[in-house]
């Protein structure tokens, strides 16, 4: 079991290592998903970088996903090998895949969405203020028209220009 107060470190200002990975799956499945120190620094720069500044324009930021540990990502494909989703709109543009890789480094986390439309917005902003994020996507994961805003963090890269543009996620 976790020591409550290493869960109860802030990442950033709103976020604590349990809002990062605290998983229904992991609860259910009697894994502690506990992240190496490496995957906390990712999980620490994923929460300044892209879901603060989201934060401060829209307010609260539910996480429906974020860090997965090797073996809980593991147990949840031998339990449904479809737990990835095929993405409703691929934001970017860019052909990079999904992956649980992006979750298992602590460089992605999935946002509740209450429609499609917030979705986009959120998606646009995120787009607008170049956030250094890689993949951004908009996932249909409930019947009742929620969704998923998954975004991964990369390390941005200085362009010739001076300004900051995602790098590719491999």
Known sequence: MMNQQFLEQQLSEHFTLRTMVATGAAIRLGIDNIPAPGHIDSLRQLCTDILEPLWHRFGTVRIVRAYCSEELSTAMKQQSPAHTTTPVTLVTGTTTPITTRQHTTGRAADIHMASLRQAQRWADYARQQHLPFDTLTIE????????????????PVTSVTGTNTPARHE
């Open 140 to 155: 249909r994961h409930m019947g009742n028209g929620c969704c998923l805003l998954h975004i991964s963090h990369t390390t």
